[in-house]
T-cell receptor, first 111, second 114 residues
Framework: EDQVTQSPEALRLQEGESSSLNCSYT??????LFWYRQDPGKGPEFLFT???AGEEKEKERLKATLTKKESFLHITAPKPEDSATYLC????????????FGTGTRLTIIP | ETGVTQSPTHLIKTRGQQVTLRCSSQ?????VSWYQQALGQGPQFIFQ???????GRGNFPPRFSGLQFPNYSSELNVNALELDDSALYLC?????????????FGPGTRLTVT
């Protein structure tokens, strides 16, 4: 069964202080690894899909990377509006396209 | 392009009652997945519909059921509500076997069971 573990559970940073969020996963085969951002009481907002080890994707202050065992979401010079819960999910190539999520990292950026 | 929409936004039900939640998929998407998100947890897969057929189910009892309509919109029905069913219910749509297989989520329906 697919498993996803995210760390840390919560992270508080000063505005401009760069850091990384970790997502480690166990799957029988990886079809894709997905990063979402979720604001309180709202649905997850799609950020990135990564497919193979070594792949990287960037969007504004965010960069996602992938290895065979884990993914990192790097946040460079964050702003208060980057505060949210960041969710990682994996999709295996067998059967349907269900996503298996981690419990997320709650990120707070302090002005 | 219209995104995923869900209704209602909030709902309060009593234990033992039945509830129906609705979802309209994003334009051009033919697959709908439903997820349950308890407070402080990640979304948990309930089931997926493709071409009006259930196409995979997570670890949820049969009192959770669904439908997909010819326009790809979908319903989630929950019978005999229990207190633990209180959660945010999320609908996600995707294009089946599209290269990215990205799922785009709606805003969710907050269900409270008392």
């Amino acid at each position: 069964e697919d498993q996803v573990t995210q760390s840390p559970e919560a992270l508080r940073l000063q505005e401009g202080e760069s850091s990384s969020l970790n997502c480690s996963y166990t799957v029988s085969g990886l079809r894709g690894l997905f990063w979402y951002r979720q604001d309180p009481g709202k649905g997850p907002e799609f950020l990135f899909t990564l497919y193979s080890a070594g792949e990287e994707k960037e969007k504004e202050r965010l960069k996602a990377t992938l290895t065979k065992k884990e993914s990192f979401l790097h946040i460079t010079a964050p702003k208060p509006e980057d505060s949210a819960t960041y969710l990682c999910a994996v999709q295996d190539p067998f059967g349907n396209e269900k996503l298996t999520f981690g419990t997320g990292t709650r990120l707070t950026i302090i002005p | 392009e219209t995104g995923v929409t869900q209704s209602p936004t909030h709902l309060i039900k009593t234990r033992g009652q039945q509830v129906t939640l609705r979802c309209s998929s994003q334009s051009g998407h033919n697959t709908v997945s439903w997820y349950q998100q308890a407070l402080g947890q990640g979304p948990q897969f309930i089931f997926q519909y493709y071409r009006e057929e259930e196409n995979g189910r997570g670890n949820f009892p049969p009192r959770f059921s669904g439908l997909q309509f010819p326009n790809y919109s979908s319903e989630l029905n929950v019978n005999a509500l229990e207190l633990d069913d209180s959660a945010l219910y999320l609908c996600a749509s995707s294009g089946r076997f599209s290269p990215g297989s990205e799922q785009y989520f709606g805003p969710g329906t907050r269900l409270t069971v008392t």
